[in-house]
C-alpha cells in the first residue's frame, strides 16, 4: 500500500497548498476592495466562477466529489438509474484564479495566469483521474460517474503560464495551456463549452484533439498573433515528462469579416494517453491471502490507452444582428497505435500510476468526424436562448488477427467498440441575468449512442434536464 500513502500524502500537501493560496486570494481581495471596490490592483486580477445547480438524468450514475463534470450529463456507459442530484458547473467551470499584466517597456508587459478548478459540491480539487481510481474493479451498475480529464487534482489545474506581450509583435507564454483547438472550441459551440449542454464541453474529445487529457498541455509554449482582421497561434508540448511523455503541436489561422468570424487548426500529439479504470479481472491477481508484491500499486492505478492523434478543424460564428448569432464547426480526428508504445509502470497526468497499457487498439485507423451547429438568440439584455445540436460518426476500425497478422472484421453494429457508429445530442439553455456577474439558468440536453458507440451501455439515450445559478467575478 505504499504508493496509496503517497498519493494520500500528495492530497494531504495539496490540500494545505490549496489552502495557503486560497487564503492569499482572499487576502488580496480584501485590500483591493478596502482600495477602490474593484477585483484588480496594480495589474493584478482576481476571478472566477461558482456555478452550481440541480440535475436529473433519465439515465445517469451517481454524483462524483472529484470529477469536475460531476454526474452523467451525457449519455454514458454507466449511466443506469434515473438520478437528482446538486450538479457542479453546469455552463462553467467553477474556478477562481489570479491574471497579471507588467509594463517593462512602451510596447512589452509581462503577463501570467493561474488557475484553479475545485467542484462546488465538494469543494475538492477538480480531478478527473480520482473519479476513476474510486470505480477500479467496480462492476458498471456500481459505478459512480467518472471519465478521464485534463484537470487532475493539481492546485492550478487549469492555465498556469508567464510570458510576454507587445502589440506589436503578439504574446509568447511558458507553462502549462489551454490548447489553441480549445480555445477556437470554446468561442465557437454555441453552448459555450458547457458541460451540462455541450457534447464538446463534456466530453472534451473534440477540444483535446482525441483524448480528453490533451485539452491542456503541460510544459508548453504558446504564441498568439493578430494583425487587423487576421490572427495566427501556435503551440509546441515537450515530451519526455511525467503526465505528457510524447511531443504535440497545433497551429491555427483565422479571421474576421464583418460579423463572421472563422478559424481552421490543426493538431497532433504523439503518444497520447487515455485513462479508464482498472476492471475487476485486471485487479483479480491482486485479492486474496497472498498479494503479490507489485499489487500495492494496482488498486490505486490506472489503465490506459495509447495512441498517436492527429486531427483538422473548421470552426465560424456568425453574428447577424444584436440579437442572433449562429455557431458551427467541424472536426476530423485520427487515432494510430503509437510510434512509440509505452510500458505499464509510469505516473500519468496529475501523478497517477499507469499499470496497464494497450498500444495497439488501432490496429487500422479509428477516425472520428465531429460536427455541431446552434443559434443564440439574445432576447434582451437580461433573457438569453441557446440552441445547439451535435453529432459524432465513427468509421469502422474493427479487426481480427489471423495467422498473427491484423485483418478487417468489418461491423456496424454495437457487437465491438470498434464497430462504426454515432452520437447525436440536442441542447436547448435559457438564460436569465439578473446583474452582470449573476444569473440563472434552465436547459435540458437529449443524447444518444448507436452501434458502435453504445458497445457496452447500460442505456442508449439519456435525458438532462438542469437548473442552476452562476456568479462571475
Known amino acids: 500500500m505504499k ?53 436529473y438524468q433519465s439515465h445517469g450514475a451517481p454524483l462524483s466529489q472529484d470529477i469536475y463534470v460531476g454526474l452523467d450529463y451525457l449519455v454514458s456507459k454507466n449511466g443506469n438509474k434515473s438520478t437528482t442530484s446538486l450538479a457542479p458547473s453546469g455552463l462553467s467551470q467553477s474556478k477562481v484564479g489570479l491574471k497579471g499584466t507588467e509594463k517593462l517597456t512602451d510596447d512589452l508587459d509581462f503577463v501570467f495566469n493561474l488557475e484553479m478548478g475545485f467542484n462546488p459540491t465538494s469543494g475538492k480539487l477538480a480531478d478527473a483521474p480520482a473519479s476513476l481510481i474510486h470505480n477500479n474493479g467496480l462492476a458498471i451498475t456500481d459505478q459512480k460517474t467518472g471519465a478521464d480529464g485534463s484537470r487532475a487534482g493539481q492546485v492550478f489545474n487549469g492555465p ?135 499489487c500495492g500499486l494496482s488498486h490505486d492505478s490506472l489503465a490506459a490507452t495509447i495512441s498517436d492523434n492527429e486531427s483538422w478543424t473548421l470552426a465560424a460564428n456568425y453574428k447577424l444582428n444584436d440579437q442572433w448569432k449562429l455557431f458551427g464547426g467541424y472536426e476530423h480526428i485520427t487515432y494510430s497505435n503509437p510510434s512509440n508504445p509505452l510500458a505499464a509502470g509510469f505516473d500519468g497526468l496529475g501523478g497517477y500510476a499507469i499499470s496497464v497499457t494497450n498500444n495497439n487498439a488501432y490496429a487500422f485507423d479509428k477516425k ?86 453504445a458497445n457496452g451501455y447500460l442505456h442508449d439515450n439519456n435525458t438532462n434536464v438542469m437548473a442552476g445559478f452562476r456568479f462571475q467575478f
Not at 190 to 213: H, K
Open 160 to 294: 498556469a503560464f508567464g510570458g510576454i506581450s507587445s502589440k506589436e509583435f503578439g504574446t509568447l507564454t511558458l507553462g502549462r495551456h489551454n490548447t489553441v483547438l480549445a480555445d477556437v472550441i470554446g468561442k465557437d459551440d454555441p453552448q459555450g463549452g458547457s458541460y451540462a449542454f455541450s457534447v464538446i464541453g463534456y466530453s472534451g474529445a473534440t477540444a483535446g484533439g482525441g483524448n480528453t487529457e490533451n485539452v491542456r498541455a503541460d510544459n508548453s509554449i504558446k504564441y498568439n498573433y493578430k494583425y487587423q482582421n487576421f490572427r495566427v497561434a501556435a503551440m509546441w508540448q515537450f515530451g519526455k515528462n511525467d503526465g505528457s511523455p510524447g511531443d504535440g503541436g497545433q497551429v491555427s489561422v483565422g479571421a474576421d469579416f464583418g460579423g463572421l468570424s472563422v478559424d481552421g487548426v490543426y493538431a497532433f500529439k504523439n503518444t497520447s494517453i487515455a485513462a479508464g479504470s482498472l476492471s475487476a479481472a485486471q485487479i483479480a491477481p491482486c485479492t486474496g491471502t497472498k498479494v503479490p508484491p507489485a
Open 3 to 55: 504508493h496509496y500513502n503517497k498519493r494520500a500524502a500528495t492530497a494531504a500537501k495539496k490540500s494545505v497548498l490549496c489552502t495557503a493560496v486560497l487564503a492569499g486570494l482572499a487576502m488580496s481581495a480584501n485590500a483591493l476592495a478596502a482600495d477602490d471596490g474593484t477585483l484588480t490592483w496594480n495589474g493584478v486580477t482576481l476571478y472566477g466562477v461558482v456555478d452550481i445547480g440541480v440535475a
Open 368 to 453: 472520428l468526424q465531429v460536427s455541431w451547429i446552434g443559434a443564440k438568440f439574445q432576447l434582451n439584455k437580461e433573457w438569453s436562448l441557446t440552441g445547439g445540436y451535435y453529432h459524432y460518426d465513427q468509421n469502422d476500425y474493427h479487426s481480427v488477427v489471423q495467422n498473427g497478422v491484423a485483418v478487417r472484421a468489418p461491423c456496424s453494429n454495437t457487437s465491438f467498440g470498434q464497430c462504426s457508429g454515432n452520437l447525436d445530442a440536442f441542447s436547448f439553455v435559457a438564460d436569465y441575468r439578473f446583474t452582470k456577474r449573476f444569473d440563472t439558468y434552465a436547459g435540458v440536453m437529449y443524447s444518444k449512442v448507436a452501434d458502435g458507440l
